[in-house]
């Protein structure tokens, strides 16, 4: 067959893209790869900033020297994170959560989402009725602070793993893949074989949900990463704290009111310890799941599409 | 005394405070028969039948130089309060510099002194943070026996004090607390300061004579080297703060065009910088006091005169164009620009602010710029918007709780703090050594003690400065400066006593700082917020000429939004707020 009996759009995949962009084309790619790359460098440029600072000399930082590469380098804002013991600590938590929380979370939602997905399970509708409710309507903070107090769970890292364990979002998307991926004839087909729904749910929809685990873990890890607020509220023991509490009291807690002034020094070492502290500490909060990422989100595309079919 | 000049009005203090001491004797012993009855602790005092006080202080240390005439706290040997062991659940503010409360330095030294065992929890996170959970504790009735530097404002004190949350401790004072006792004899201000409209206590006191402090709102820096190379001296009025920042721009110091005369930043209010040329203005939220009549500065004919000198300042390109918006880091860029400061002066509470201070270096950048007088306005005006009572008193450092068993055990606790050992462990660290005799304080008078330069790098050593403590002035500026010295506390001391303080307003003129109830609190909020929203936004406008000062119709406007948003009913607030604080 000739190239030419062929409809064009055929016709331009047989000879191959690169030969025949009409100029049209040209000028569309050239768009897009301006807009991309410029969305690209407005996310890398701060990344290498912060990198870039952290490494720097304080005071070249705040002459306003540094602006892409490092300027006088130096890895003492690292050494000196090292000197205070709670952000050492903290960090060691917030892994810690951030593990545990990911683990135990994805667990209650698998166990949720499968039933949920099957159509034969009694009453699915008012099931998934009481959950949607609750993606709309809480008790609030004092109802909610009280039920913690009361389980015992106050000041202890249960506080901080159970009570927001499984998100609604993901108990959704994590059936929507359930429904598409595992057909009801794959179930029957696993009952004609005398397989029990455990059995079934254990050695055929596990291993079949490799994307969705992987999308769960990474969503919930990552939001206990970035969280604060429960710890802030329902933790008062230091050796607790996850390291965004901590990053808040140090970066946040900046402006300088005339009370900080009455002790100049106190206000000065404040002043010294965020300059120095600021940028390594950024890096420090941004690298794990900078780390985690590439290696699922290769599942994502798989994983998380809500409701669209995929091949 | 040779430097009665620079405290207000404390010879009258010593006066009233001897006069004062005697009948708060006998009030107090009053009141501590009254207390001891109902109080366990105080039983073997009220046998006797006589008045006086259970409690008594250690004798004082001798080792101990102070100047002559000397008003603040002294140096005791703490006694133990308790001999069984006794644990008070607090609640404190993490930190990072304090470190863990419980090996914190501070914390083991008072628990050895006291044999108070203190049991912490500590609160992450921002004030605002700190605060969220605070009323979350309080409302679910998580309530530990004290609060320690948890900043509850004044109306907060009193909404939970009336409701019997929070422990009346003005009895409890009159009983144990010795030190305090003393500190508010030194400072009679203290108790109306303290106290609540109901006239309780409902909060240990941090007392902190901050000398600087008080003209903080007026400060601005000019660059003394570069008024020397335009021949040029320090302004005086605002004609000359013009010709200085117009000989800026001209001589283009900086180079390269990049000269920026007069800077600011938007963590630091510009206007009472400029605006006490032509009238009283304390900042926000502008409230002054005119022959006990409670008004607000931002809507009189000298305002605009202020906005219209401004303006015609920005106009010229004399005031940064970010002066609004730029924040501290981008201003610390301006003052720490490699080869040459770009700014010549910028306004600010302190040197840190623009740029990095470094207190070993005698040429270091910082030391260029000095503290611009208040200006004398082209009628005369000319005030240092001084602060007699803010700064000084602070209400919350420690806040008893209803569910504390032993209150009178804790106030002594509390009391403890107020010694003067006490009082440089808890701020400074252990790092402290008492001056020689001939050693000489920031005031250039006899010093009290001296710290290890480099404690403030130190960690997990004290607690900050939120607990209770009394810094009087004289202990304060009795901090030893050794000759080769060069810290920046001696230099911030000496500008503002030589041009902020000769020219302070009457104190009458100051609104004092008020307490509200609940619903005064929550009406006065929302009418503050939004007066501040409007009077802040039109003053950058009018400076930036968005809104031009010399139109009638602008400046009526402007009179109308803010009437509008009701300065009246803000107003008749604030008076019987401020007759109740008077009465």
């Known amino acids: ?70 300027v006088g380098f130096t890895l003492d804002a690292y050494r000196a994170i090292f000197d205070y013991k709670a ?21 209650l939602t698998l166990l949720a989402a499968y039933p949920l997905s099957r159509k034969g399970l009694p009453g699915k509708g008012l099931i998934m009725g009481a959950f949607v409710f609750t ?102 023991n230091e050796h607790l704290f996850p390291l965004q509490v901590v990053l808040r009291q140090i970066l946040i807690q900046s402006k300088v009111d005339p009370s900080q002034m009455q002790d100049t020094s106190k206000l000065l070492q404040m002043q010294e310890l965020q300059q120095q502290l600021k940028y390594s500490l950024i890096v420090i909060g941004m690298i794990p799941p900078l780390l985690v990422y590439p290696f699922v989100q290769k599942h994502f595309v798989k994983g998380a599409m809500v409701g669209s079919l995929k091949g | 005394m040779p430097n009665d000049d620079a405290r207000p009005g404390v010879s009258r203090r010593s006066l009233i405070a001897g006069a004062l001491g005697l009948t708060a004797a006998t009030a107090g012993g009053g009141l501590l028969s009254g207390c001891s009855g109902k109080s366990n602790a105080g039983a073997a005092a009220a046998g006797a039948g006589e008045a006086a006080p259970s409690v008594t202080l250690g004798p004082k240390l001798a080792t101990v130089q102070y100047p002559e005439g000397y008003v603040g706290p002294v140096a005791r040997t703490l006694k133990p309060l308790t001999t069984e062991k006794v644990t008070f659940k607090i609640v404190v503010k993490q930190d990072v510099t304090i470190g863990d409360w419980k090996t914190n330095a501070f914390t083991k030294w008072l628990e050895q002194k006291t044999g108070v065992h203190i049991e912490w929890s500590q609160i992450g996170g921002t004030d605002d943070d700190v605060m969220t959970k605070v009323n979350a504790m309080i409302a679910a009735g998580d309530i530990p026996d004290a609060f320690l530097g948890i900043g509850f404002t004044r109306s907060q004190l009193f909404l939970y004090g009336a409701q019997g949350l929070f422990t009346d401790v003005g009895q409890h004072i009159d009983a144990y607390a010795l030190n305090l006792q003393g500190a508010m004899k030194d400072y009679p201000e203290t108790r109306k300061l303290i106290q609540a409209p109901d006239k309780k206590i409902y909060s240990f006191p941090g007392i902190n004579d901050c000398f600087h402090c008080r003209a903080i709102d007026g400060r601005g820096w000019l660059n003394v080297d570069w008024i020397k190379q335009v021949g040029l001296a320090m302004p005086k009025t605002t004609d000359e703060f013009r010709e200085v920042l117009r000989a800026f721009k001209k001589a283009d110091l900086a180079g390269n065009g990049k000269t920026i005369p007069f800077a600011g930043y938007n963590e630091a209010p510009i206007d009472p910088f400029f605006m006490n040329a032509f009238l009283y203005d304390p900042g926000e939220p502008w409230l002054v006091v005119k022959d006990g009549k409670v008004d607000v500065a931002f809507d009189k004919d000298e305002w605009r005169e ?55 270096d005698p040429n270091a950048r910082w030391r260029q710029y000095e503290a611009c007088p208040p200006l004398k306005g082209p009628n005369g005006v000319q005030y240092a918007a001084w602060d007699y009572l803010t700064v000084g008193v602070e209400v919350a450092h420690l806040v008893i709780t209803k569910k504390c068993a032993k209150p009178d055990l804790l106030v002594q606790w509390a009391d403890a703090q107020y010694e003067l050992e006490a009082i440089l462990r808890g701020y400074g660290g252990p790092k402290f050594a008492w001056a020689k005799k001939g050693d000489l304080g920031i005031n250039g008078k006899q010093a009290v003690y001296g710290f290890d330069a480099t404690w403030n790098s130190q960690k997990n050593l004290n607690w900050g400065q939120d607990n209770p403590m009394y810094r009087s002035q004289d202990f304060r500026l009795g901090e ?77 406007d402007y009179k109308d939004r803010v009437s509008k948003i009701g300065v009246k009913p803000y107003l008749e607030l604030q008076q019987a707020a401020y007759e109740t604080y008077n009465g």
């Open chain 2, 306 to 360: 202020g906005l219209k000198y401004v303006n015609g300042l920005y106009k010229e390109g004399l005031i940064s164009r970010d002066v609004f918006t730029a924040d501290g880091d981008q201003l610390k860029r301006y003052g720490n620009a490699p080869g040459k400061p770009l700014i010549g002066g910028a306004r600010s509470n302190y040197w840190g602010n623009f740029l990095d201070i470094d207190q070993k």
């Open chain 1, 1 to 70: 067959m000739s190239a030419g009996t062929l409809p064009p759009d055929e016709q331009r995949l047989a000879v191959g893209a690169s030969i025949q962009d009409t100029r049209g084309d040209k000028i569309a790619m050239a768009c897009i790869y301006t807009a991309l790359g410029l969305f690209c460098l407005a996310i890398l440029y701060p990344l290498v900033y912060v990198l870039s600072a952290s490494v720097s000399n304080t005071r070249k930082v705040s002459a306003g020297e540094v602006w892409l590469w490092p």
């Open chain 2, 480 to 556: 030893r400066v050794l000759p080769g010295d060069l810290t920046f506390e001696k230099p911030l001391y000496e500008q503002t006593k030589e041009r902020f303080f000769p020219l302070k307003q009457p104190q009458e003129m100051q609104f004092p700082p008020v307490t509200l109830d609940q619903d005064q609190a929550a009406q006065e909020a929302e009418l503050k917020t939004n007066l501040k929203g409007e009077v802040n936004q039109s003053f950058a406008k009018f400076l930036t000429g968005q809104l031009d000062p010399n139109d009638d119709g602008a400046w009526n």
């Open chain 1, 87 to 107: 952000i050492v600590s903290s960090f060691g938590n917030s892994v810690y959560y951030a593990v545990a929380g990911a683990l135990v979370a994805t667990v």
């Open chain 1, 135 to 236: 993606m709309m309507f809480n008790g609030g903070l004092i109802p909610t602070y009280l039920v913690v107090d009361q389980l015992g769970l106050l000041n202890t890292r249960w506080a901080i793993i159970l009570p927001t364990a499984m998100a609604v979002w993901n108990v959704i998307i994590t059936r929507t893949y359930f429904m598409v991926t595992i057909p009801e004839e794959l179930v029957e087909a696993g009952k004609v074989d005398g397989c029990s729904d455990f059995s079934f749910f254990w050695r055929v929809v596990l291993p079949l949900s490799k994307p969705i685990i992987a999308v769960n873990l990474l969503f919930y890890a990552v939001g206990q990463w970035n969280s604060f607020f429960n710890a802030l509220i329902y933790l008062t």
